[in-house]
């Protein structure tokens, strides 16, 4: 059987099941600090948005966009063996796919290598395992 990785473009709904978590409420401005020191992508992206804040001035602040920057990092995530989904820009979530267990490996060795990468990109892990579906606005 052939198991798809990736968009599906013809597809009218959209679903995932990782082991993760949310990442609604984590502070973005620490997360791209952690990033920019793992990935140089982030550090381009903080770099840019540094530039774009000089430009405003302290009288405006440039909005961090969680899905705009996690998707610029989408192919350091997956080298880390994680993955990031975004419903509508309305609900974030970082983790690994259960699909991508191995066969020897225990659920809470998996559960624990999972904490542990996602500790190192937002500081803190409090995983449990999200099934999501929707179709897109």
């Given at each position: 059987m052939k198991i798809r990785n990736g968009f599906v473009s013809n597809s009218s709904s959209s679903s995932f099941c990782i082991y993760g978590m949310s990442i609604d409420d984590v502070d973005m401005k620490q997360v791209m600090e952690r990033c920019a020191k793992?990935?140089?992508?982030?550090?381009?992206?903080?770099?840019?948005?540094?530039?774009?804040?000089?430009?405003?001035g302290e009288q405006d602040t440039v909005d961090i966009s969680k899905s705009e920057f996690f998707?610029?990092?989408?192919?350091?995530?997956?080298?880390?063996?994680?993955?990031?989904?975004?419903?509508?820009?309305?609900?974030?979530?970082?983790?690994?796919?259960?699909?991508?267990?191995?066969?020897?490996?225990?659920?809470?060795?998996?559960?624990?290598?999972?904490?542990e990468q996602i500790k190192k990109v937002i500081g803190k892990a409090t995983c449990c395992t999200y099934e999501e579906a929707w179709y897109p606005c």
């Open positions: 793992l990935f140089p992508k982030a550090a381009k992206y903080k770099k840019e948005m540094e530039e774009d804040q000089a430009e405003l998707y610029s990092i989408e192919s350091e995530l997956g080298k880390m063996g994680l993955e990031f989904h975004s419903i509508n820009d309305e609900a974030f979530y970082i983790g690994r796919s259960w699909a991508d267990i191995g066969n020897k490996q225990t659920g809470e060795k998996f559960k624990k290598e999972v904490a």
